[in-house]
């Protein structure tokens, strides 16, 4: 029991040593692939052919980040990694009756693409909130969202914006417009289960949800001399 009790505190104060070095080191090393890329391909009982090419976030559209935020995480560049009103809000909810809804920022959801495993449990998600500790405390805001982009399953077997951008709209990611941009992040919830082209009705209307957010939004530039930039949607 105590030989068990040892190896088990051992592997703990490793993990402990191990998980910054992992996350600094993607501070500059593009994330070449993630657990869930081996896990559907695994879980596929037919050929499964993953699409994946990493963009840097200079050479995706801005449109398509302005999408992204809007539709997943509108508080993005404003938390240190947990929304906390949308927690509170979900939580609330939840009190009242209704499903219980996922409140994860796009810090946590890189977090679990990049470092973890899709299916839900505790175990999972106490490793999500240390890994989203991580990242925000060596990333910066640009660098998440560029690992974000560049890394969630955007399709079946598509994963980032520009596999999303070539399958979709036969396009590269830079020049993803209004319509298209909204159209990928419309189906994140869901994107082996929801078409971004032809769009189906599910994803018509929150593509049409997804403008009115943008253009509540207004802008999406974290330099300050462009912040000005997507006024006028």
């Known amino acids: 029991m ?18 910054p070095i992992w996350v600094i080191s993607y501070k500059w090393i593009d994330v070449p692939a ?9 879980q596929s009982k037919q050929k ?24 997943e995480d509108q508080r993005f560049t404003e938390h240190e990694g947990f929304d906390k009103e949308a927690i509170e809000k979900a939580l609330a909810e939840h009190k009242s009756g209704k499903r219980l809804r996922g409140a994860s920022t796009i810090s946590q959801q890189t977090a679990k693409n990049v470092f973890l495993w899709p299916h839900r449990s505790w175990v999972r998600k106490g490793l ?11 990333w910066s805001k640009e660098r998440i969202l560029e690992v974000y982009l560049n890394s969630i399953e955007m399709g079946n077997g598509i994963y980032g914006a520009e596999a999303a951008a070539q399958f979709w709209f036969n396009i590269s990611a830079s020049n993803l417009n209004q319509d298209e941009a909204a159209a990928i992040a419309a189906i994140l919830p869901n994107p082996r289960r929801f078409l971004a082209n032809p769009a189906s009705e599910y994803t018509q209307k929150r593509k049409e949800w997804i403008f009115i957010q943008m253009h509540n939004y207004g802008t999406l530039v974290f330099d300050k001399e462009q912040r000005n930039e997507y006024r006028g949607y």
């Open 48 to 71: 499964h052919t993953i699409q994946h090419q990493w963009k840097p976030l200079s050479e995706i559209s801005k449109t398509l980040q302005l999408a992204v935020i809007c539709s």
């Open 2 to 19: 105590k030989k068990i009790l040892l190896i088990l505190v051992k592997s703990c104060i490793a993990f402990l040593i191990l998980a």
């Open 34 to 42: 993630t657990p869930l890329m081996g896990i559907r391909k695994l």
């Open 128 to 138: 999500e909130v240390y890994f989203t500790f991580l990242i925000e405390s060596f």
